[in-house]
């Protein structure tokens, strides 16, 4: 089975610029989460959907980074315009969820994002 | 909020010996899991061990096991003859929320010596 698919897997690029990181999450998955990986604040959480609904986005920094979900397959994060802080590993996970039940989540491989 | 706590920043061990690392957390709810996962230097996040609160028997997964203890609120990760390949860093994670998004611990960066 596929997992779940995340690229680029490397981002560089200048401050400024428009950054889109996409993910595509396990078949038949219904809830998809991004992460965020630096050292200084470990592993947080940016946003999540359920049935490709945001349902929480609080984690996300600033109106700089946007999140979107237009079908099961496929989600993307945003980020306009970039800055040297947003440098770090961004995570993409899914999960099948439904209510009671718990399944872990299962990540992608990451993009390390570097903003110059 | 649920909070995780990894106090063991680093930990080695030698290879074949058996190595324990340490989770706390803290929450209100009755019934929940707890995960343990794997960090290698290719940063993947592999799954390596689930616990269901409600359950007695600690969680077992070949050479990894945990040692749960819920009143405490301790849920420590056991590797019994540890590889070279068992080198990373691994991370507690408890899942909360209407959706059970992961709370992570701050990890444990584990050695292994040859």
């Known amino acids: 089975d596929a997992g779940v698919i995340q690229s680029p897997r490397h981002e560089v690029t200048e401050m400024g610029q428009e950054v889109t990181l996409r993910c595509k999450p396990i078949?038949?998955?219904?809830?998809l989460f991004w992460y965020r990986q630096t050292m200084m604040r470990g592993l947080e959480l940016l946003i999540y959907f359920n049935n490709n609904v945001p349902i929480d986005d609080s984690g996300m920094p600033e109106d700089r980074f946007s999140a979107k979900m237009p079908n099961a397959s496929f989600s993307t994060l945003k980020i306009q315009p970039s800055e040297p802080r947003d440098s770090a590993v961004y995570f993409c996970?899914?999960?099948?969820?439904w209510g009671q039940g718990i399944q872990p989540q299962h990540f992608g491989d990451g993009t390390r994002l570097s903003i110059l | 909020a649920q909070t995780v706590t990894q106090s063991q920043p680093e930990m080695s061990v030698q290879e074949a010996e058996t190595v324990t690392l340490s989770c706390t957390y803290d929450?209100?709810?009755?019934?929940?899991?707890l995960f343990w996962y794997k960090q290698p230097p290719s940063r993947q996040m592999i799954l390596v061990i689930r616990q269901e609160a409600y359950k007695q028997q600690n969680a077992t997964e070949n050479r990894f096991s945990v040692n749960f203890q819920k009143a405490a609120k301790s849920f420590s990760l056991k590797i019994s003859d540890s590889q070279l390949g068992d080198a990373a860093m691994y991370f507690c994670?408890?899942?909360?929320?209407?959706?059970?998004?992961?709370?992570f611990g701050s990890g444990t960066q584990l050695t292994v010596l040859p």
């Open positions: 994670a408890y899942p909360s929320g209407s959706a059970r998004q992961l709370t």
């Open positions: 929450t209100s709810e009755s019934d929940y899991y």
């Open positions: 078949s038949g998955h219904n809830s």
């Open positions: 996970a899914s999960s099948l969820y």
